[in-house]
């Protein structure tokens, strides 16, 4: 089991700035895939971004990609999403995810997310 705790969400002015950070515990992160996922209200949770299990490749969603920088940091546990520009269409809770697929079958554990709100 890995537990996920998100933090760093707020309140920010639109072309403003936040760090999000997830703190894992109960097994490394080294040997899992980290995800930020998001979701807006009345919206499905959609994908924002990725790092590999080695850290070296990260994936971005189009709508993010060139304002946001997903990185970690092995030997502290912990994955950070850096934010920049944000817009009001960032609005969303936050959620970390750390993924892993085993012999063809996924596990998945999420963190209880955090709120980012950015206004106009």
């Known amino acids: 089991q890995v537990q996920l705790v998100e933090s760093g969400g707020g309140l920010v002015q639109a072309g403003g700035s936040l760090r999000l950070s997830c703190a894992a515990s109960?097994?490394?992160?080294?040997?899992?895939?980290m995800r930020w996922f998001r979701q807006a209200p009345g919206k499905e949770r959609e994908f924002v971004a990725a790092?590999?299990?080695?850290?070296?490749?990260?994936y971005y969603a189009d709508s993010v990609k060139g304002r946001f920088t997903i990185s970690r940091d092995n030997a502290k546990n912990t994955v950070y999403l850096q934010m920049n520009n944000l817009k009001p269409e960032d609005t969303a809770v936050y959620y970390c995810n750390a993924h892993k697929t085993i012999v063809k079958k996924e596990y998945d554990f999420w963190g209880q997310g955090t709120q980012v709100t950015v206004s106009s």
């Open positions: 790092s590999g299990w080695g850290g070296s490749s990260t």
């Open positions: 109960g097994r490394t992160i080294s040997g899992y895939a």
